[in-house]
């Protein structure tokens, strides 16, 4: 049996993404956070080959989160299928700390806000690296709330909040540990950090496995809408 020369870069196409793929799950399984020589090379091509194939919840630059935002990319998560996760973020907070104040960490167009707007806050800042984001939000934010376009990696929020939440948002930093640690400085005493990831990506799995291990957990919710599943972790104000 002869097979033809397109045939063959098909099949050889399917091997390497098996490959990547396979070599992506190694790295985020047990690689994650781990030192050893020529770590920086790997991650620079991993992390290249997931924003080439759209793979995986990676940093990208303000003008390509301008551009996603600009084509309506992220339309979606207004819609009745994200509902579920954010509607345990909600109720951790209104639960844990209620009449709170929150700083929304990649608030992107606002989709959270609008779910604390129904149950009430006392001050509520959102913060996002999209300039086409903030600025649908900014026109109509109502009193008590406040959104910046600005590098949530390096934003600096004034005063301190009782919930602190990356809502699908820790996996896009560079440093998400890093970026988690430097947050709680602004928590009030006694305030929670609320993280919700979607599962499917092993890059966040491997980020909430740490989070996990080295921070105390309040509590923790698995939630599966449809074919998306999330895990949603309230954590206390102290690292373990």
């Known amino acids: 049996m002869s097979v033809s020369s397109s045939g063959s870069r098909a099949l050889a196409a399917r091997v390497g993404r098996r490959a990547a793929t396979a070599a992506r799950s190694a790295y985020y399984g047990t690689g994650y956070r781990v030192r050893y020589p020529g770590k920086k090379s790997v991650e620079d091509r991993l992390h290249r080959w997931e924003t080439a194939t759209g793979r995986g919840d990676v940093p990208l630059s303000q003008t390509m989160w301008d551009e996603q935002y600009g084509r309506g990319r992220w339309s979606f998560l207004s819609g009745i299928e994200e509902m579920a996760h954010y509607a345990v973020i909600v109720g951790y907070a209104t639960f844990l700390k209620p009449d709170s104040s929150v700083l929304d960490v990649g608030c992107g167009a606002g989709v959270l ?128």
């Open 113 to 240: 806000h609008e779910r604390f707007s129904v149950v009430g806050y006392r001050r509520y800042t959102g913060v996002d690296i999209s300039q086409v984001a903030v600025e649908s939000l900014q026109d109509t934010a109502p009193p008590h709330a406040s959104f910046h376009a600005f590098d949530a990696a390096t934003f600096t929020p004034e005063g301190r909040y009782d919930v602190i939440v990356f809502n699908e948002s820790i996996t896009y930093f560079a440093d998400p540990l890093a970026v988690f640690a430097r947050y709680q400085q602004f928590l009030s005493p006694g305030g929670i950090v609320i993280v919700s990831c979607h599962v499917q990506s092993p890059r966040a799995r491997a980020i909430l496995r740490r989070l996990e291990r080295e921070n105390a957990v309040i509590d923790a919710t698995d939630i599966t809408q449809g074919r998306t599943s999330w895990r949603c972790v309230a954590f206390g104000d102290q690292a373990r």
